[in-house]
């Protein structure tokens, strides 16, 4: 079917409004012998892309700095947690040194897994029963 150009209506135009994409068909063009005054088609402009300002690059954070002295109780505090760790070392250490973290009878058993002929790594101690009945 061929295209009549002179009756024919021009291709539509394809605009966007804001997030729409927008398909204007203008009027057919009119002959030139008549000539009625028509309003002139609406031309839809897309509005300017919104740019988007870019984040700024990544910095390192500044350095932080006392502004204020830090109270008496903080450094009480931290004075305190010092001396007990150094207390529980110091425990330790005498405790070893004195023979206090062996047992008082620790001769005695090993008499008695040398002369069964056991180490004492073989041994499993053994289980008592509770009273209240597993079920």
């Given at each position: 079917?061929?295209?009549?150009?002179?009756?024919?209506?021009?291709?539509p135009r394809?605009?966007?409004?804001g997030?729409y994409?927008?398909?204007?068909t203008p009027?057919?063009?009119p002959?030139?012998s008549a000539k009625?005054?028509s309003p002139?088609?609406?031309?839809?402009?897309?509005?300017?892309?919104?740019?988007?300002p870019?984040?700024?690059?990544?910095?390192a954070?500044?350095a932080?700095?006392y502004k204020?002295?830090?109270?008496s109780?903080a450094f009480?505090?931290?004075?305190v947690?010092?001396?007990?760790?150094?207390?529980?070392?110091?425990?330790?250490?005498?405790a070893h040194?004195?023979?206090?973290?062996?047992s008082?009878y620790q001769w005695a058993l090993?008499?008695?897994?040398?002369s069964?002929?056991?180490?004492?790594?073989e041994t499993?101690?053994q289980?008592?029963?509770n009273?209240?009945q597993?079920?």
């Open positions: 079917m061929p295209i009549n150009s002179e009756s024919a209506t021009p291709p394809i605009g966007k409004i997030p994409t927008v398909f204007v009027p057919a063009t002959n030139s009625p005054e002139t088609p609406v031309q839809f402009q897309a509005p300017a892309p919104v740019q988007i870019s984040p700024p690059p990544v910095m954070p500044p932080q700095f204020e002295k830090p109270s109780f009480f505090w931290d004075t947690a010092k001396i007990q760790n150094a207390h529980a070392s110091l425990d330790e250490h005498v040194w004195f023979g206090l973290n062996q008082k090993d008499d008695y897994y040398e069964n002929g056991k180490k004492q790594s499993k101690p289980v008592k029963p009273k209240i597993n079920v």
